[in-house]
């Protein structure tokens, strides 16, 4: 009962500040599509962030802290400290040497790599995409390495840190537009990344010595549990890079559409990442260490209760969060992004977007936690042939739709790639592990889906009732939220007003 109230706690804490991050995302993103709209400097920019991206993702990110975490926390357990600190620097170092020398290489030959990921841009918007990725390829090792201190303050335990460390990004962006932008245009903006590259590892530093962490350069490759995070990398790898290959996919194929369109797509999948990271990662950060040590202490009911827990919990958060995103998203974005470069055809070509991103949200964020449940028992290879299927179908589907609904197209390909592999996911651990506590899972399921039903229903009427777009998002949006807390709660559910109790608990 004691681990659980710290992980439902733990969430609650790391929900509020993954919200202040998104918060300022959205300031960031208020200022950029008032500035640059969805013109093609604003294309030439999302399009050379992809692959810097590509390498921090694979590298450092998801892709290590899902070898790293249970590796760590087994030589934390053993109370290997010495052991530990050397296992957790030799990883810093290889990031270091990989990411640095990748980043290198792909800045000397920017260029033709702009030319083989934007075919379809002209001459002069290809350049600009070569020249902004030169500049912010120069903080992508800076990030590699605040991913691996994040994962070291995650496997301790701590996740107040990691949980701000994205804001830097923002900050970086705000430096950008504010002070940059007004003399260097779009080039800029990406100045500003480097900006938040550095910050990001500077807000890591007073946690990490809390916990006695010291860095220095080493590269013990004899260590075993250096072999055991490279080896457990390479599937995971793999399978963030069918997920990375398929977003430069989109910018190849965004570059044949009309002007505007791939920055439209990447700000839907922007403001559909608000509701998924708060009430899909965040839990999954959490719950993460917790469900590796249950495995290694062989306590497998514990890892089942525990995953599919956190399963019911972002179930019954973000259904009504796709709903209200489907409903609400338009007038939203009209109030929030409309205005300056970005006008009202950017608010068309952007809802048109998010509409089928908003059912991606509750595939992905479930995707979270039954990918982990993998990782957790040391298996990164399931995950990696999924993602592969998922590779395979996303490309299909984005060829066949993408002729009929444009960049519209690229969005629901991805939205049903993602629903099979979340669906294949939870099937393979259910074969494996046994009964995942279906009738639990199917009762959190269809109250959601009742509570958002009848959320949807008052959210209509609301917005027949109201012209003000702002008036129908505040009105609508509260309505609709106590009318699903109401019709939840009503129906058995309790997993809303936990976290509620454990929000007001934690801040007092």
Do not use: C
Request: hydrophobic letters at 55%.
């Amino acid at each position: 009962m004691e681990r659980a109230r710290h992980l439902l706690r733990s969430s609650v804490i790391v929900i509020a500040l993954l919200g202040l991050g998104k918060a300022t995302g959205l300031i960031r993103l208020r200022l950029i599509s008032n500035s640059f709209g969805t013109t093609p400097a604003y294309d030439a920019f999302t399009s050379a962030n992809q692959l810097p991206e590509v390498f921090v993702t694979l590298i450092s990110g998801g892709a290590l802290a899902a070898a790293f975490i249970p590796v760590y926390s087994k030589y934390l357990s053993d109370k290997r400290s010495a052991e530990s600190l050397r296992l957790a620097n030799s990883i810093l170092t290889l990031v270091l040497a990989v990411l640095g020398g990748i980043s290198a290489v792909a800045i000397l030959f920017a260029g033709p790599l702009s030319a083989l990921l934007v075919p379809g841009y002209d001459s002069q918007t290809q350049e600009l995409t070569a020249d902004i990725m030169r500049i912010i390829l120069l903080q992508t090792t800076l990030y590699g390495l605040g991913g691996v201190l994040s994962s070291i303050l995650n496997a301790h335990q701590h996740f107040t840190i990691p949980a701000l460390a994205p804001i830097t990004l923002d900050i970086g962006y705000l430096v950008g537009l504010v002070f940059f932008v007004p003399t260097m245009g779009v080039y800029g903006l990406a100045w500003g990344t480097v900006v938040g590259g550095a910050l990001n590892i500077l807000i890591h530093i007073p946690a990490l010595r809390r916990f006695g962490f010291k860095a220095f350069l080493v590269l013990d490759t004899k260590m075993q549990g250096v072999r055991e995070i490279v080896r457990l990398m390479g599937p995971r790898v793999v399978t963030l890079g069918a997920i990375q290959l398929m977003d430069l996919f989109i910018i190849r194929l965004g570059s044949f559409l009309l002007t505007g369109r791939t920055s439209a797509y990447f700000y839907g999948y922007q403001i559909m990442q608000l509701p998924e990271t708060l009430l899909g990662t965040a839990i999954a950060i959490v719950v993460f260490p917790t469900m590796a040590e249950l495995f290694n202490a062989g306590n497998i009911s514990g890892l089942k209760s525990t995953s599919m827990a956190a399963l019911r919990v972002i179930w019954t958060l973000t259904i009504p969060a796709s709903v209200g995103l489907i409903l609400l998203g338009r007038p939203a974005i009209s109030v929030f992004l409309q205005g300056g470069a970005f006008t009202e055809t950017s608010t068309d070509l952007v809802f048109g977007v998010l509409v089928f991103f908003s059912i991606r949200i509750v595939a992905e964020a479930s995707l979270e936690i039954l990918a982990r449940l993998f990782y957790a028992q040391h298996d990164t290879k399931t995950p990696m042939y999924v993602a592969l299927g998922w590779l395979a179908t996303n490309i299909t589907l984005a060829f066949l739709l993408t002729g009929p609904l444009g960049v519209k197209g690229l969005a629901l390909a991805s939205t049903i790639a993602f629903v099979l592999q979340s669906l294949a996911l939870f099937i393979l651990n259910r074969r494996r592990l046994g009964d995942l506590g279906d009738r639990e899972l199917m009762i959190s399921l269809g109250r959601a889906l009742l509570g958002a039903g009848v959320m949807a229903v008052i959210i209509l009427v609301i917005d027949q009732l109201i012209d003000s777009p702002f008036l129908t998002v505040a009105i609508g949006g509260v309505a609709g939220l106590i009318t699903y807390l109401a019709v939840t709660y009503l129906a058995g559910g309790r997993e809303i007003p936990t976290l509620i109790r454990l929000a007001r608990s934690s801040s007092t």
